[in-house]
């Protein structure tokens, strides 16, 4: 609906040609680029049209006839004036002047621009202007008008043509109906199909950009949809595990214990006020359009986590080798989800058993591996929303991930991360 405001978060913009659809036709923004090709192009035309309708003005030749005629030279004919002076009507300056203004706007207002130009050109042909130089404006209209419409919006129009071409028949004299008139028609007929050839290539062209840029922005979007849906699933996922064990502790020493369930009390809002954080800046995104300019948690968050289990009675292990080095942050960050959400499947699929948590370099690799001690598995690990979302945080930086049951008991979560990190390739996709 035409005054209709879009959402905000739906922020539209102009393909990469800068064409547009109006309510009046099709159209281009007014870029200062159009005019300054356009604009001389038209006075290129207009002036070489007003150059032929002036010669074709000029009386030549002598009572014998012009040269081409049979007849002498101009200077060599006693009758021939020692200035002929071109009688052209003012009038025709006039079309000329409106030929070049809708050959400047042909990118801008295509269909005017055709019409303008297709009448112009008939008066002109009508008042004997040469057909030859004037057949590339309705051309150039013409190719302007196929590059910026469908053919079923810009066919019928070009019927407009049919007295043009038949204007340059003019005034079908039945010696003029030679080769000099069909020469001409041909020749018009080879450029009109030129344009409207080049034109319709030009759109396809343009159409198949947009189509690629809209998948792009699609493609784009789900990623982004799917990056969220993780941040979510894994921030709600730890806390609500933490706070559902700090809540057991508190119920257990309730009567026995009071100042622990005071920490217990105060862990639980701990727990929860940091994923209000997390999540106030994962969903920043639809404010918007804003981005979260938070830094990301990385490595230095993941003994935080350990020591939120520990304060919760569970029992989890954390190793971190010396030679590390530097980490780029979508590799931390990658790494701390892992490590969270391998420790929330032990809380929820192995009854809280103990868990030792390893962070070592192999090389230019970063190995994170989580191991618990949880009962022994008949198969392998069921592929849930948490492996699903921990395999493509692997993927994303150009690792992968490995979830296999270990023979005495429990499962190993081993992510291979490259320390820089890496151009994914797909996603991965219950425990």
């Not at 356009?38 to 207009?46: F, N, S, T």
């Not at 921990?390 to 490995?402: F, H, I, N, P, W």
């Not at 499962?411 to 994914?424: F, N, S």
């Amino acid at each position: 609906m035409r005054g209709a405001r879009r959402p905000s978060y739906a922020r539209q913009r102009a393909p990469a040609d800068g064409h547009r659809t109006t309510g009046g036709g099709p159209m281009v923004r007014a870029h200062p680029r159009v005019l300054l090709l356009d604009v001389p192009l038209a006075l290129l035309v207009g002036a070489t049209t007003w150059v032929s309708l002036f010669l074709a003005k000029l009386p030549v030749g002598g009572p014998y006839g012009a040269p081409w005629e049979g007849g002498g030279p101009p200077w060599r004919e006693p009758a021939a004036p020692p200035f002929a002076v071109a009688d052209v009507p003012p009038l025709l300056g006039v079309v000329v002047l409106a030929l070049v203004v809708a050959l400047a706007l042909r990118r801008l207002r295509p269909l005017a621009a055709f019409l303008g130009v297709a009448l112009a050109a008939a008066v002109l042909l009508a008042a004997d202007a040469p057909f030859w130089p004037l057949c590339f404006a309705p051309a150039l209209a013409l190719l302007a008008l196929a590059s910026s419409s469908a053919p079923r919006r810009y066919l019928p129009w070009t019927a407009l043509l049919v007295p043009v071409l038949a204007l340059g028949w003019w005034p079908f004299e039945t010696e003029q109906l030679a080769l000099g008139s069909t020469t001409s028609t041909t020749f018009a007929l080879v450029v009109f199909a030129v344009a409207l050839l080049l034109g319709t290539l030009h759109r396809a062209r343009r159409l198949a950009a947009q189509r690629i840029r809209a998948e792009e922005l699609r493609q784009s979007a789900d990623a982004e949809r799917l990056r969220i849906a993780r941040e979510v699933h894994d921030v709600v996922g730890h806390s609500l595990s933490v706070i559902t064990m700090q809540a057991g502790v508190a119920l257990h020493v309730v009567d026995r214990r009071p100042d622990q369930v005071e920490e217990s009390l105060r862990a639980i809002r701990r727990t929860g006020l940091e994923a209000m954080a997390e999540l106030r800046a994962a969903m920043g995104v639809f404010r918007d359009g804003e981005v979260g300019t938070a830094p990301l948690a990385g490595l230095d968050r993941i003994p935080v986590v350990v020591e939120e289990l520990r304060a919760a009675g569970r029992q989890v292990g954390l190793e971190v080798a010396d030679d590390l080095g530097e980490v780029s942050p979508t590799v931390a960050h990658a790494a701390y989800r892992i490590v969270q959400e391998s420790l929330t499947n032990v809380g929820k699929h192995a009854g809280g058993a103990p868990a030792e948590v390893r962070l070592t370099r192999e090389g230019s690799t970063l190995v994170v591996s989580v191991v618990d001690s949880g009962p022994v598995l008949a198969h392998p690990p069921e592929p849930g929303h948490g492996i699903a979302g921990m395999t493509e945080r692997a993927r994303g930086v150009g690792g992968s991930l490995d979830v296999r049951a270990v023979p005495d008991g429990g499962v190993r979560v081993t992510a291979r991360l490259p320390l820089q990190g890496d151009a994914g390739r797909g996603s991965g996709g219950g425990r």
